[in-house]
């Protein structure tokens, strides 16, 4: 039987979609009423990196994205079956067309603007489908208007009005699909295409006023006071940094007035950015985070004005920090977003990353960038964390349901924390969390350490009943510790593991009187796509042994 919150959440997401409905047919209604331009103002910058070889593979008709190839045989791709939903996601978005000004050439100009005249016809007026995905949409319209140089490149006058014809239907279609866009990241960007699009196109002043007003909003209620993302993904302000950089500078350039959180919001966002930023310069892997370009983050860094030491806890978005020395540690110590906002959240509770030098050495699986709705998934449970798995069930629970996007229906409900610096240096963490009451009565404590120059760090993991658990059949868990692919595993003894990094650099994992048993693992979020790597596992049980005590200490 459905529990009221599910009900709930399952009626609320009917009307929903019941009124997007209701709301695309009037768009499709009066689609020919839309007022185009006569001109594009301004062409936004694209910080994100460029790849000639992808130029030149589109050139030649092979599409190269999210992690598969498209040869078209010189078709437009619009009207080709697509490998996966991930690569028409990348298809649609149009992010692509960074790429295509690698070369600034007449013949990289001309296939852009044949493949948007492609879509064009194809998905123009068609609002339907994956095309027109409002998240899509609106990373669509920001790469028209940042890539519009491109495109637009000795084009005649017929295929200019075309152009901006669509792009000004596709900002009058995110307008009206805001009420209704998935809250979080997917309405962020949506706000910042309709900013970026109300100061690139000619615009009268009271929209460009309610866009930055709209803007503004957004921050007040998805960027938490310590520069978080309300979705507690890492990735995601970066994402959003991406592209709030060039709004911001566009806004300058023109003299404008800036959205009044503009400026603000984005100092507060980068001492976040610091926070998840691991010693090999990849960020954490928490709640659907994935693999981060090198280049991406290094561009972001460059505008960074507050730069300065990661904070030791972002205490609104619920996270930890200890580091020292060459090493660092991520804890998640907070609770999964709500509602539509925990569509991607993980049940990782008192999972924690750890790395040292130039490499990460213990991680969280990740969250793929390019696989089947299985696969992330799978990314999503508690056995994908370094965190204990209690009798082979997640910390949170997942609606099976496609309809409402895998929600998180019965959450970890309250996690406690305490942090102390010991008079030998040492810092501590202790944290235990409920998510495992409800069904077995029992609560998962944790303890970290960290000692003053970075090269040992204790933990301990510990099963406790609840003031209000029966008892029963005994629990069964199993601590797991992911190690990142790149680090290579070595049986010492039946206790003890050495883990090395390519550069020689080791530590050695140990629980006395315990044994470590070596597995494989699958690592979700590399950049080329899921990949094998290794794991540790403690097994331990309540009552017989609630307690397991481990070490990492650093040989080389």
């Not at 970026?196 to 006023?209: D, E, I, K, N």
């Not at 290094?298 to 806890?313: H, M, N, Q």
């Not at 696989?371 to 798995?389: D, E, G, I, L, S």
């Not at 005994?474 to 601590?479: M, N, R, S």
Request: glycine share 6%; proline share 4%; net charge positive.
């Amino acid at each position: 039987m459905w529990s009221g919150r599910f009900s709930g959440l399952y009626l609320r997401e009917a009307w929903r979609r019941m009124r997007l409905r209701i709301a695309l047919l009037r768009l499709r209604l009066f689609r020919h009423t839309v007022h185009a331009p006569d001109r594009l103002i301004v062409a936004p910058t694209d910080l994100r990196a460029v790849d000639s070889h992808v130029a030149e593979e589109i050139v030649n008709g092979r599409f190269p994205l999210a992690g598969r190839l498209l040869e078209t045989g010189g078709r437009s791709p619009f009207t080709l079956s697509l490998p996966s939903r991930s690569f028409a996601i990348r298809l649609h978005s149009f992010g692509w067309l960074r790429h295509m000004r690698a070369r600034k050439s007449d013949v990289h100009s001309n296939a852009a603007r044949a493949i948007v005249s492609g879509w064009l016809s194809v998905h123009g007026s068609r609002m339907e489908g994956l095309a027109w995905d409002i998240d899509v949409t609106a990373q669509r319209v920001i790469a028209w208007l940042s890539h519009s140089p491109v495109v637009l490149h000795n084009s005649d006058r017929g295929f200019y009005r075309r152009f901006v014809r669509s792009l000004a239907f596709q900002v009058r279609f995110l307008r009206r699909m805001a009420q209704y866009a998935p809250p979080g990241e997917t309405l962020f960007r949506l706000r910042i295409a309709l900013a970026m699009a109300s100061v690139s196109m000619p615009t009268r002043q009271g929209a460009l006023r309610r866009a930055a007003e709209a803007l503004d909003r957004e921050f007040d209620s998805q960027i938490l006071p310590d520069g978080g993302h309300i979705s507690r993904n890492p990735r995601v302000g970066l994402e959003l940094l991406l592209d709030l950089l060039p709004l911001r500078q566009t806004y300058i350039n023109l003299g404008h007035d800036l959205p009044q959180k503009l400026i603000s919001g984005i100092d507060r966002m980068y001492p976040a950015l610091r926070f998840f930023r691991h010693q090999d310069g990849d960020l954490a892997l928490f709640n659907g985070a994935t693999s981060t370009l090198a280049t991406e983050l290094v561009s972001l860094l460059r505008y960074d004005e507050t730069a300065g030491e990661p904070f030791k806890a972002m205490p609104h978005s619920r996270y930890q920090r200890l580091a020292a020395g060459r090493t660092a540690i991520i804890v998640d110590t907070g609770l999964p977003p709500t509602g539509a906002l925990s569509r991607t959240a993980h049940a990782g509770c008192l999972s924690f990353e750890m790395s040292s030098g130039r490499h990460r050495f213990i991680v969280n699986a990740g969250s793929p960038k390019f696989a089947a709705a299985k696969y992330t998934q799978m990314a999503r449970t508690t056995a994908a964390h370094t965190t204990v798995t209690l009798s082979d069930t997640s910390s949170s629970r997942f609606a099976t349901s496609d309809f409402l996007a895998h929600v998180i229906t019965d959450p970890v409900r309250t996690v406690e924390v305490e942090r102390t610096l010991a008079d030998d240096g040492r810092d501590v963490i202790k944290a235990r969390h409920d998510g495992y009451a409800k069904a077995f009565g029992a609560l998962h404590e944790r303890e970290l350490t960290l000692n003053a120059t970075g090269s040992i760090i204790t933990g301990r993991d510990s099963l406790t009943m609840s003031e209000d658990s029966k008892g029963g059949e005994a629990l069964q868990a199993v601590a797991r510790f992911h190690a990142h692919p790149s680090i290579n595993l070595k049986q010492m003894d039946r206790e003890s593991v050495l883990m090395t990094a390519p550069d020689g650099e080791t530590w050695l994992f140990s629980s006395p009187g315990n044994t470590v048993v070596l597995s494989e693992d699958v690592f979700f979020a590399d950049a080329s796509g899921i990949c094998s790597s290794d794991q540790m596992e403690i097994a331990f049980a309540h009552p017989g042994k609630p307690e397991i005590r481990w070490f990492l200490s650093r040989r080389s």
